[in-house]
């Protein structure tokens, strides 16, 4: 027996991006999301960039140890996109949520004023 499933083909544009946060507002989760990630992708390319300094000027430039902030930088990567999947995650889990609460709904073909009408009957 074969399955098939087709997966929707989402392109993630710019005006898809801006539509998802109007739609789901700014929020911790998001504002980590976003932040996670683009500090997980700049972190190593300035860490890369600290290290190959170090190896052209020394260990300290002005006073600053290059070589330690850039090992910080490119150390700080894994955590930083591990950070920001999760709270993609956790986005995703809301939609999931919200999405099933309303098939529920739909599928008991109860609505929110339905249930506040029938609140109110039965007093």
Request: aromatic share 8%; charged share 20%; net charge negative.
């Amino acid at each position: 027996m074969a399955t098939e499933s087709v997966l929707p083909n989402m392109k993630l544009t710019p005006h898809l991006v801006m539509e998802q946060i109007h739609l789901h507002g700014w929020n911790w989760k998001s504002a980590g999301a976003v932040c996670g990630l683009c500090s997980g992708i700049i972190s190593p390319l300035v860490g890369a960039v600290l290290t190959a300094m170090t190896w052209v000027t020394g260990p300290h430039w002005h006073g600053f140890s290059i070589q330690r902030y850039g090992t910080v930088l490119l150390f700080l990567t894994i955590p930083l996109l591990i950070f920001g999947a999760h709270c993609l995650d956790l986005l995703d889990q809301e939609d999931e949520r919200a999405k099933n609460r309303h098939l529920k709904d739909s599928v008991n073909g109860n609505s929110r004023n339905e249930e506040k009408h029938n609140d109110l009957e039965r007093y």
